[in-house]
T-cell receptor, first 113, second 117 residues
Framework: QQQVKQSPQSLIVQKGGISIINCAYE??????FPWYQQFPGKGPALLIA?????SEKKEGRFTISFNKSAKQFSLHIMDSQPGDSATYFC????????????FGQGTTLQVKP | DTGVSQNPRHKITKRGQNVTFRCDPI?????LYWYRQTLGQGPEFLTY????????KSRLLSDRFSAERPKGSFSTLEIQRTEQGDSAMYLC???????????????FGQGTRLTVV
């Protein structure tokens, strides 16, 4: 019940295309869903996050879509750029609890020029 | 620099040796977390502190692992009698617990890459 499942494991997109990464969770008590971006040899960096009381959040080229009834959320990267090539992790946490993050398995994105 | 700082960035050690890593969180953050990340996987929770109190430890944290956060500031993670399976990236993160019991976002350090040979 603590798992967060992420797909696909890897993704190749042409420059200018849309990258879509999906996550699903089981624990309905999760109340905060961040996405992290990680470059090789670096720590994860917070990209964008959403709470389950909204269905969509957009920041620049990055959008989170949230479906509470299906217990799924996804990251959309519009106009994907080669600089977006990185590993992306979805996560979930109980913000009123320990703040412990449960991470998905990660998606390695390659944006081809 | 006001981010989370971890030292050293890389550590190569022989099996059986002890190693210690340090994490300096963002100064106003009262919560500090340690995670472990192996190649191709997402970070896995190890332990967390609220101020100086260690409030939760994962089952991943064997008896060879110990973490401290004296005075609620920096934290250290020590691994005794290292094994090859301990080779991983060790990540530290910090966040702030707000008055209503809500967490602010967690910010991660660059990590310490441990290689046990």
């Amino acid at each position: 019940q603590q798992q967060v499942k992420q797909s696909p494991q890897s993704l190749i997109v042409q420059k200018g295309g849309i990258s879509i990464i999906n996550c699903a969770y089981e624990n309905t008590a999760f109340d905060y869903f961040p996405w992290y971006q990680q470059f090789p040899g670096k720590g994860p960096a917070l990209l964008i996050a959403i709470r389950p009381d909204v269905s969509e959040k957009k920041e620049g080229r990055f959008t989170i879509s949230f479906n509470k009834s299906a217990k799924q959320f996804s990251l959309h990267i519009m106009d994907s750029q080669p600089g977006d090539s990185a590993t992306y992790f979805c996560a979930a946490l109980l913000s009123s609890n320990t703040g412990k993050l449960i991470f998905g398995q990660g998606t390695t994105l390659q944006v081809k020029p | 620099d006001t981010g989370v700082s971890q030292n050293p960035r890389h550590k190569i050690t022989k099996r059986g040796q002890n190693v210690t890593f340090r994490c300096d969180p963002i100064s106003e953050h009262n919560r500090l977390y340690w995670y472990r990340q192996t190649l191709g996987q997402g970070p896995e929770f190890l332990t967390y502190f609220q101020n100086e109190a260690q409030l939760e430890k994962s089952r991943l944290l064997s008896d060879r692992f110990s973490a401290e956060r004296p005075k609620g500031s920096f934290s250290t993670l020590e691994i005794q009698r290292t094994e090859q399976g301990d080779s991983a990236m060790y990540l530290c993160a910090s966040s702030r617990l707000r008055d209503r019991g809500l967490n602010t976002e967690a910010f991660f350090g660059q990590g310490t890459r441990l290689t046990v040979v």
